[in-house]
């Protein structure tokens, strides 16, 4: 069974493979449910992004190790990349204590780092992700929940996002990923409001494939074990 709502503050438990609409859609794709045979033949051609190469893992004797020498490497590569872009943009940021100002088009979002182990539910910390297509990435953690921040220091432009982006061209980036191992997934434009985002609340996103504008998902409940994964089509 496979039924639609739309995007609410809480849900009940519920065996019944649910997608749940965000409220901020301003169009809906089409969707299809697909079988386990199709969805197998997609994964021998789409593209699913991946953490790492095999030639950095093969470097060391263990994929946490590669893993922790990957994170480093891009904190020095990303902190570079962040004081290049204050001097060329000085009025875009504002750094003062352990807070981050990103003074976008229509308001200033602060990020903070709050290690206060005293206040848990006040506790976050923001590192610089990536930079690419002009935005500055910017993961935020806090108690219960996390974001990645897109910020263009040039046109002022920001977007928010669940999951770490992957762009599609310049403009358009999608999202997917798991929250408490429930799947949710983002598809959005940054030049203008274009948006689509849904989560399935008790089912855990396990694969997402892309073959040009059409995305595949996998999907496993996490209340029955005698369910059977469902399988999900999505054609931009």
């Given at each position: 069974?496979?039924?639609?709502?739309?995007?609410?503050?809480?849900?009940?438990?519920?065996?019944?493979?649910?997608?749940?609409?965000?409220?901020?859609?301003?169009?809906?794709?089409?969707?299809?449910?697909?079988?386990?045979?199709?969805?197998?033949?997609?994964?021998?051609?789409?593209?699913?992004?991946?953490?790492?190469?095999?030639?950095?893992?093969?470097?060391?004797?263990?994929i946490a190790k590669a893993i922790d020498y990957a994170i480093r490497q891009n904190e020095y590569r990303m902190d570079s990349i962040f004081k290049d872009l204050k001097l060329e943009y000085p009025e875009a940021f504002q750094q003062k204590d352990s807070c981050l100002t990103l003074n976008g088009t229509d308001k200033q979002l602060l990020?903070?780092?709050?290690?206060?182990?005293?206040?848990i539910q006040a506790w976050s910390v923001y590192s610089f992700s990536d930079y690419t297509k002009g935005y500055l990435v910017v993961e935020h953690n806090g108690y219960e929940q996390w974001e990645y921040v897109l910020f263009n220091p040039e046109t002022r432009i920001y977007k928010v996002?669940?999951?770490?982006?992957?762009?599609?061209?310049?403009?358009?980036?999608?999202?997917?990923?798991?929250?408490?191992?429930?799947?949710?997934?983002?598809?959005?434009?940054?030049?203008?409001?274009?948006?689509?985002?849904?989560?399935?609340?008790?089912?855990?996103?396990?694969?997402c494939y892309r073959v040009k504008n059409v995305f595949y998902f996998h999907f496993k409940s996490n209340i029955s074990q005698i369910e059977r994964p469902k399988y999900l089509m999505v054609t931009f």
């Open positions: 069974m496979l039924s639609f709502i739309l995007y609410q503050e809480s849900f009940s438990q519920r065996r019944d493979f649910t997608v749940s609409f965000h409220h901020e859609n301003t169009f809906t794709p089409k969707i299809d449910t697909i079988d386990y045979q199709r969805f197998e033949k997609i994964k021998a051609i789409g593209f699913q992004s991946v953490p790492l190469s095999a030639t950095l893992v093969q470097n060391f004797d263990s990020i903070c780092n709050n290690r206060n182990q005293n206040d996002a669940h999951y770490p982006p992957v762009f599609l061209n310049d403009s358009i980036f999608y999202t997917s990923g798991n929250y408490y191992s429930e799947g949710g997934f983002q598809y959005m434009q940054t030049n203008s409001n274009l948006y689509f985002g849904f989560e399935t609340y008790d089912w855990e996103l396990l694969e």
